[in-house]
């Protein structure tokens, strides 16, 4: 007589097991490190750095958003837009905090590279610099001061988000979205006036879209992406000076001028501003025709035989 089998046994064999669970998708990843980018600066004390580390992670999430923006299910692309438009909102509340160090910066740039005395220097920083009762406010606060609480409740939604938003694409999916963005910053660039702050501001945020976004693809040729990173970045860094200088001038030709032309450092800031913009202009949209020459399906194509190419090699 054949060996009977217990009960148990057989429910053992004829059980199914649940697969283990596979590695997270490299969108999962670059969302946990922006996430925890942006929430370790909420902790720091020191405004400057923290509203600086704040708005990086927030710009790297941005990014990221975009990307799951093209998700094929509906649910979570929609979702991922709302989460990127309300991250938006909440960086803007972020910006006056930065005016002041970007104001001290763009004077220091026009001091090196477009012949501002320093003299001159001095004096519009001293016109353009907050009252005494800001500043020390902004000390006692401390960190992001009152966005804190704002801020915080940000994160909280966004980190009940991530775990669906960061299964949105798959690899090829991926490629496709990247495409995507390049092809929209490369069409940003080729519409741009030089003399048009507004069309070089809307090709400085399709810049810093792609620089985080090319990140995720590194990998799959760290030499040449990373390459291509550091040229986004540098690219950024130019349109970034720009726009600082935009907003510089703006303040400049808003104080006030007596009937004698006083304050003398004006007429200087202006002329030094508008030298050093046409330059930085012109290096931009150089960099960007050579960025963005290739065509976006051969973009697609080839970022698309990098990761097949990495895949074959597992």
Known sequence: MPEKVSDISTAAVDSPTAPPPGPPSRLAVAFG??????????????????????????????????????????????????????????????????DAAAREDALDDLVAKAGLTKASRRAAGRAFAPPPARTSHQAREGGVGDHGATLEAEMAALAAALPQLGDALDDDALVAALAASYASGRRAGRRVDPADEESLHELRKEVITLRYQMELVVFAWPALGQFWVDELQRLRDKLGKHHDLAVLRARAEAHPVRADGRPAWRAELLAAIEARQAKLAASALLLHARLFAERPKAFRRRLSAYMSAVSDRK
Do not use: N
């Not at 923290?50 to 992670?57: E, F, I, L, S, T």
């Not at 941005?62 to 960086?91: F, I, K, N």
């Open 33 to 98: 490190a922006a996430y925890a980018e942006a929430r370790d600066a909420l902790a720091l004390r020191d405004p400057e750095a923290a509203v600086h580390g704040v708005r990086k992670g927030f710009k790297r999430l941005r990014a990221l958003l975009r990307l799951a923006g093209a998700a094929p299910e509906r649910e979570v692309a929609q979702r991922a837009r709302a989460a990127r438009r309300s991250l938006a909102a909440t960086a803007r509340h972020l910006a006056q905090a930065r």
